[in-house]
């Protein structure tokens, strides 16, 4: 398949639908990492969630989080994270001491890991928002994020059953409103900034703003959020991964452009065309990207073996110290 989306390459079978979603995201993530061209610690968590669904269904918090942990400090071996962001090493240490907690981080981290979770509960909407606040919460208890989580979660879901355009951003502020009120049940939250909207209201008012520029969608949500960069993030990226173009890389490279959380965003709107496209050729190089397709195919399939998969932790050790050496990380747990 090359970088042409046209009615031909538009699957109306909705049941292998989502499956380029994964590699989607590490497509954008590839793309904002600049120079480096590898993808980082986003990917890293969406694979990880990947693996933790194939084995066990459903989000186990406590596991998964060991998880997360695992890859920076595992029994033997070396801290794999690529580009980790300062909130989630302040997360890892905490969990190193023992003393896991979700924090109230104010960004678009655990909204930028929900892409399997979108896939894989696609076609259970009330499901689909219990366990993207359960996967969220493992780090952020912020409400605002949490919400922003379940609706880019949504979005990939919408994106997988071919959805685009207004609908697709109609479709994620009712995921929101579900989750707003699904989270005013929830112990342990912590309010947004005072003045806040709701981010049902904010995908709403963005409706009109599919189809124009990147950047001016991005100046105007950053214009209605100035405290609240989940929410601005997942936002921006719903919009800009609605529109279906004739080249879906045009859509990425642009997000990538964006001057606020460009991992994130780039990793959000890659995942939401990689959902409605497919799996696509990507005009960059992604490594791994054949991993990437068969983990969203499985996702998207429902297809739990995951026994046959690589290891994941091996891949990503090659990855990140081929050619360097490395300083051995302390161990953690891990998703037993």
């Known amino acids: 398949m090359t970088d042409t989306q046209g009615p031909i390459l538009h699957s109306r079978k909705y049941d292998g639908g989502g499956s380029g979603a994964v590699l ?7 793309l904002a990492a600049g120079q480096d061209r590898v993808y980082g610690f986003l990917t890293q968590l969406n694979v990880i969630t990947a693996y933790h669904l194939l084995r066990w269904g459903t989000v186990d918090p406590d596991r998964l989080g060991n998880s997360f942990a695992a890859f920076a400090f595992p029994e033997r071996g070396f801290d794999v994270y690529r580009s980790a962001a300062p909130w989630f090493r302040a997360w890892l240490e905490e969990h190193r001491r023992g003393s896991p907690a979700p924090m109230p981080f ?49 979005a990939v879901a919408g994106a997988s059953f ?99 959380e460009p991992r994130e965003v780039a990793v959000m709107t890659g995942a939401i065309v990689g959902a409605r496209v497919g799996p696509h050729r990507w005009p960059w190089q992604i490594v791994n990207d054949l991993w990437f397709a068969e983990l969203g195919r499985r996702l998207a399939s429902m ?34």
């Open 162 to 260: 071919g959805q685009s355009g207004q609908d697709l951003v109609f479709g994620a502020a009712e995921v929101a409103k579900r989750a707003e009120a699904r989270i005013a049940d929830v112990r342990g939250t912590v309010a947004p900034p005072a003045g806040s909207p709701p981010l049902s209201l904010l995908l709403r008012h963005s409706i009109p703003l599919v189809g124009m520029p990147f950047r001016e969608v991005a100046e105007q949500i950053r214009s209605w959020t100035p405290n609240a960069a989940a929410v601005a993030g997942v936002v921006t990226s719903i919009v800009t991964g609605a529109p279906i173009l004739e080249r879906p890389s045009v859509g990425v490279r642009e997000a990538v452009a964006i001057d606020f």
């Open 303 to 336: 297809d739990a073996r995951y026994e046959d998969l690589p290891d994941a932790y091996a891949v990503e050790e090659v990855l990140t110290f081929a050619g360097r050496s490395a300083q051995p990380a302390e161990p953690t747990g891990s998703d037993s």
């Open 106 to 154: 104010e960004n678009a981290g655990a909204a930028a890991r929900m892409v399997p979770i979108g896939v894989w509960f696609r076609k259970d909407p009330v499901a689909l928002v219990d366990e993207a606040i359960r996967g969220a919460m493992i780090t952020h208890n912020q409400e605002g994020a949490l919400v922003a989580a379940c609706s880019l979660a949504g």
């Open 24 to 30: 989607g995201a590490a497509a954008g993530e590839v």
